[in-house]
């Protein structure tokens, strides 16, 4: 167990629908990093944020968005959704948000099918 | 932009044989290296990192891997393969400001009894 939580662990919606998956990092981490795993485009970083402010951006979708609130959780929406967003959706944690010096924590994912 | 590519898809092994998944990366800048493993269902684990201390890192549940730039590879090895090491591995490379992970497209490692 990372520590990390994610919820839903899996969502089943229809295209054009928006859904929220939420991220609670481990305690004491301050940053919070988002990743998308799917069989066309493999492990993606999406978006970072640190202590609530934004950090790095990957490639993300301008459908997507994301935040993270004063207690550190972050919720990652998704919208106008279409078939090929279905993926599984990662959540990491870490300590200072330094790739290099922290270690990322990994939650288990939230399956998101789109249908 | 680092970039990693990871040689095969799929391994496979025999239970007690060596174990090595190759990575190349590619960087402008002296890079910072990962490998992480993916079990069925579950988020990924770190196993190990190179930020330049040392060029042969040893990591969790027996793995090490060699940073060599000459050849620009950063290969992940374990002596003798155990039927728990079947797993989906991954090897990242982070950008400069080290504020995000670069992966690799995966590889898929079977264990044979």
């Known amino acids: 167990d990372s520590g990390v939580t994610q919820t839903p662990k899996h969502l089943i919606t229809a295209t054009g629908q928006r859904v929220t998956l939420r991220c609670s990092p481990r305690s004491g981490d301050l940053s919070v990093y988002w990743y998308q795993q799917s069989l066309d485009q493999g492990l993606q970083f999406l978006i970072q944020y640190y202590n609530g402010e934004e950090r790095a951006k990957g490639n993300i979708l301008e459908r997507f968005s994301a935040q993270q609130f004063p207690d550190l959780h972050s919720e990652l929406n998704l919208s106008s959704l279409e078939l090929g967003d279905s993926a599984l959706y990662f959540c990491a944690s870490s300590l200072a948000g330094v790739a290099h010096t922290d270690t990322q924590y990994f939650g288990p994912g939230t399956r998101l099918t789109v249908l | ?113």
């Not at chain 2, 970039?3 to 044989?17: D, I, N, R």
């Not at chain 2, 591995?89 to 982070?94: I, K, R």
């Open chain 2, 1 to 113: 932009a680092q970039s990693v590519t990871q040689l095969g898809s799929h391994v496979s092994v025999s239970e007690g044989a060596l174990v090595l998944l190759r990575c190349n990366y590619s960087s402008s800048v002296p890079p910072y290296l990962f490998w992480y493993v993916q079990y069925p269902n579950q988020g990924l684990q770190l196993l190990l990192k190179y930020t330049s201390a040392a060029t042969l890192v040893k990591g969790i549940n027996g793995f090490e891997a060699e940073f060599k730039k000459s050849e620009t590879s950063f290969h992940l090895t374990k002596p003798s393969a155990h039927m728990s090491d079947a797993a989906e591995y991954f090897c990242a490379v982070s950008d400069n400001a080290g504020n995000m992970l670069t992966f690799g497209g995966g590889t898929r490692l079977m264990v044979k009894p």
